[in-house]
């Protein structure tokens, strides 16, 4: 079977001018390079290339280099990609193209020399990591306080991550640029302002929530941060994500400011009074990502939030006002007054006073009273609690703990099986004292090492202490827990089939579907995608990566060794799946699964991220648009495919096992 190893020149057409206006692509298809400008940044890069050559050989030698090559490669990345796929938007990016050659070179040849000068600047810097995700390199703005320069030895500073608005122009090579001249909205003294990329425009979600993260650990690891003085705030779409991010991760800040932006689906994009309706599972994954189903979570984040009084994205912060007064919490709410998408002057300056004051007064300490809220283990602690295990994934699960008394805790759960306790300094923890723990008003007996981890599991609704290390049984974990798209937010490889598929109409279906899903994520998630043949997975891949395994059991040789322990039965002319068969020439099988031949990682069959087509329009809609499994249609386009061309779709229950399908 002919299967390409790499989708990367599905659009080269477009660099001829062929069809461009009839194709919808997000990033847009930018304007015409002349052959002049095109040949210039040709030579360029080729000079570039040399220079990167050269570190090949030193950074062989030196993991200091090796560490630091990214932050070379990265302006070469940002024209190249502009370059190849027509990602130049206006003509004053020529010049700014070529200016990123120059700095390229530049770096390329201090660090040939042994220097980095840009670590120890101060001012607006652009830095850049390899994410593990898919060993992309991906950008980061930074804004290097002055006193950095003359800082002491022992000192801490405070890092504000500032999350940007939707821009559907932003490829590396405009971010980049922007870093360098703009400060942006709030640069605090004596204070690290991080922008990340967030991999385009997704809202900081999925591998755009994973981005945040590993540039704040570059971050730590190259200036001395204090970790219990790390911020957030955001506009616009960079607002949606302060909510989702606050929301769902409240022991990270030590307080949050989100501007404008969504903070759920249905509402902000009045589902209801569209066609077609939302299916039952669509109403479940939104609690994957609406912040306001995690409200309760801000009683361990101090949040401000703002709004223009004219702007319709005032609905962000009104709706989760409302979701927080049912949880007993009162959002501070600061309107600019007759303003629309925008800051009004005045009520910012108001609100950068009022944040400031909220981030030198909070302390990001272990509270002795929290109450964690979540939906799913994707999203699993808060401060000294874990939640574990879950009765009932995508139902409401809450933990409400509290520490009474050095040697007393207090514990209400629901919907929770599974749950560890670390408890903080100060505790029975640091004394050695065995601690009274009362979880669901049954006294836990017996002697507890309190300095180490507790780990609590429910039986026959009893609890007991439990360790982990009895776990033998397969169950949803975290990281482990579905749905299909949760596997693009760790390290994954394509593995693409090399054998005859079972019948032709699902192997040219295949095809299509793989090279669309690589197309896609260099698209929208700016990385080019680890494709490997069948042949070529090694046990190392099996440890260290979840696989997405394109064809069936005959064309996919991983896939076959597979096949027998999988929740599905799949032969040439019919697939069967949940008590339910479907004829194989005319659907495909997607669904994610703890790969049985390494159960820390997952197998996703023949799916890419499920929201490609349908969250281009916005970032409220970049939601997954199939649970753990589904069965499709392969002759509904996928622009119609959800829900028409979904035959049938479900979640797996804890265990990760099938229920009948009604």
């Known amino acids: 079977m002919r299967f390409p190893a790499i989708a990367i020149t599905l659009y080269s057409f477009t660099l001829l001018g062929f069809g461009q206006t009839n194709l919808s692509r997000v990033p847009p298809f930018g304007i015409a390079v002349s052959e002049e400008d095109r040949g210039r940044l040709t030579e360029g890069l080729k000079a570039f290339d040399a220079e990167l050559r050269k570190l090949d050989r030193i950074t062989v030698r030196s993991p200091a280099a090796a560490s630091a090559l990214p932050e070379v490669q990265i302006f070469h990345k940002a024209v190249n990609w502009a370059l190849a796929y027509n990602e130049f938007y206006r003509s004053n990016e020529v010049a700014a193209a070529h200016k990123l050659i120059e700095q390229g070179i530049e770096r390329a040849k201090a660090l040939a020399g042994g220097k980095t000068p840009w670590t120890t600047a101060t001012g607006l810097v652009v830095r850049a990591y390899r994410s593990r995700i898919d060993k992309s390199i991906q950008p980061y703005g930074l804004v290097v306080p002055p006193s950095f320069a003359g800082a002491e030895t022992n000192r801490k ?17 405009k971010f980049i640029t922007d870093r360098q001249r703009s400060y942006g909205e709030f640069t605090p003294p004596d204070t690290f302002v991080l922008h990340p990329y967030g991999r385009y425009c997704n809202a900081f979600k999925f591998a755009g929530e994973i981005d ?49 932006g969504f903070a759920e689906t249905a509402e902000f994009q009045r589902i209801w009074s569209k066609d077609p309706k939302p299916t039952w599972y669509d109403q479940k994954l939104w609690r994957l990502y609406d912040a306001t189903d995690y409200a309760a979570n801000f009683l361990n984040c101090p949040v401000i939030a703002y709004s223009g009084e004219l702007d319709r994205q005032k609905q962000a912060a009104d709706i989760m006002a409302k979701a927080m007064h049912r949880e007993g919490l009162e959002l501070k709410h600061l ?24 981030v030198n007064g909070a302390k990001r300490e272990n509270p002795s009273k929290l109450h964690f809220t979540t939906y799913t283990l994707r999203y699993n602690s808060n401060y000294w609690i874990t939640v574990d295990g879950m009765e009932h994934h995508w139902e409401r699960a809450d933990v409400r703990a509290a520490i009474t008394a050095p040697t007393e ?6 919907n929770v099986s599974a ?29 507890i090492n309190t300095r180490e981890p507790v780990h609590l599991e429910k039986s026959n609704k009893r609890w007991k202490i439990s360790p982990h290390s009895h776990w033998t049984e397969l169950r949803k974990t975290h990281g482990l827990q579905g749905p299909i798209d949760d596997a693009f937010m760790d390290s994954f490889i394509m593995v693409r089939p090399t054998g005859k598929p079972l019948n032709p109409q699902s192997g040219e279906w295949v095809k299509d579907e793989f090279m669309h899903a690589t ?34 059991p005959q064309s996919n040789k991983v896939l076959g060794r597979l096949a027998s322990k999988l929740p599905i039965t799949w032969k040439a002319d019919k697939i069967r799946i949940a008590g339910k068969t479907f004829a194989a020439d005319k659907f495909a099988p997607v669904f994610i699964f703890p790969n049985p031949l390494s159960p820390g990682k997952y197998i996703v069959i023949n799916s890419g991220f499920t929201f490609c087509e349908s969250g281009r329009s916005s970032n409220a809609l970049q939601i997954p648009k199939l649970p753990d499994y589904g069965v499709l249609d392969m002759a509904v386009p996928r622009t119609s495919r959800y829900p028409s061309g979904v035959a049938l779709a479900g979640f797996f229950d804890e265990r990760w096992e099938l229920q009948k399908a009604d």
């Open 212 to 260: 945040v993260f590993e540039a704040i650990e570059h971050v730590r690891r190259n200036y001395p941060i204090d970790p219990f003085h790390i911020s957030i705030r955001g506009f616009s779409m960079g607002g949606g994500g302060t909510w989702h991010l606050a929301a769902h991760y409240p022991s990270f800040w030590v307080a949050a400011a989100p501007g404008a």
């Open 157 to 173: 500073f405070r890092l504000d991550v500032w999350l940007h608005g939707r821009d559907n122009n932003l490829t590396e090579l």
């Open 419 to 447: 749950l560890t306790i670390t408890l903080p300094k100060g505790t029975a923890s640091s004394t050695g004292t065995t601690p009274k723990f009362t979880i669901d008003n049954t006294v836990l007996a017996g002697s």
């Open 335 to 358: 309107i600019g007054p007759k303003t629309e998408h925008k800051y009004e002057p005045e009520t910012k300056v108001k609100l950068d006073q009022e944040f400031t004051e909220l």
């Open 519 to 552: 197309n896609e994520w260099r698209n929208q998630f700016r990385g080019d995608v680890i494709v490997k043949s069948d042949a070529e997975i090694s046990s190392e891949d099996m440890v260290n990566s979840h696989l997405i395994l394109w064809g069936d």
């Open 409 to 414: 805790v207090h514990v209400a759960t629901t």
